[in-house]
């Protein structure tokens, strides 16, 4: 059993930053590969990046890619999503995601993730 908690959401202007961290506990963090997704109202919930366990391999949705950046302490156990130039669209609950990976893969779909985080509000105004 994993347990994340997301942390670092809140209400940011556009063109601002936000820096996002999940936290997490129970089992060795260097062996999940992370993921963090988001729902905005009314619409479903989407990927938005990936980490491999090791951190060595990154991927994100086209949608956020050169704005946001993954990262993550494996010491720390806590993966983080640093949001630059934000956007209205940007507005949504973020969730991070965790799945056993003894190898260099990440994952980009909702399915492949065993465990998830409560979710942290995100609100970029215009």
């Known amino acids: 059993q994993v347990q994340l908690v997301e942390s670092g959401g809140g209400l940011v202007q556009a063109g601002g930053s936000l820096r996002l961290s999940c936290a997490a506990s129970?089992?060795?963090?260097?062996?999940?590969?992370m993921g963090w997704f988001r729902q905005a109202p009314g619409k479903e919930r989407e990927f938005v990046s990936t980490?491999?366990?090791?951190?060595?391999?990154?991927y994100y949705a086209d949608s956020v890619k050169g704005r946001f950046t993954i990262s993550r302490d494996n010491a720390k156990n806590t993966v983080f999503l640093q949001m630059n130039n934000l956007k209205p669209e940007d507005t949504a609950v973020y969730y991070c995601?965790?799945?056993?990976?003894?190898?260099?893969?990440?994952?980009?779909?909702?399915?492949?993730?065993?465990?998830w985080g409560q979710g942290t509000q995100v609100t970029v105004s215009s």
């Open positions: 980490i491999t366990s090791r951190g060595g391999s990154t």
């Open positions: 995601a965790a799945r056993p990976a003894y190898n260099d893969n990440y994952y980009t779909t909702q399915t492949a993730y065993r465990y």
């Open positions: 129970g089992r060795t963090f260097s062996n999940y590969a």
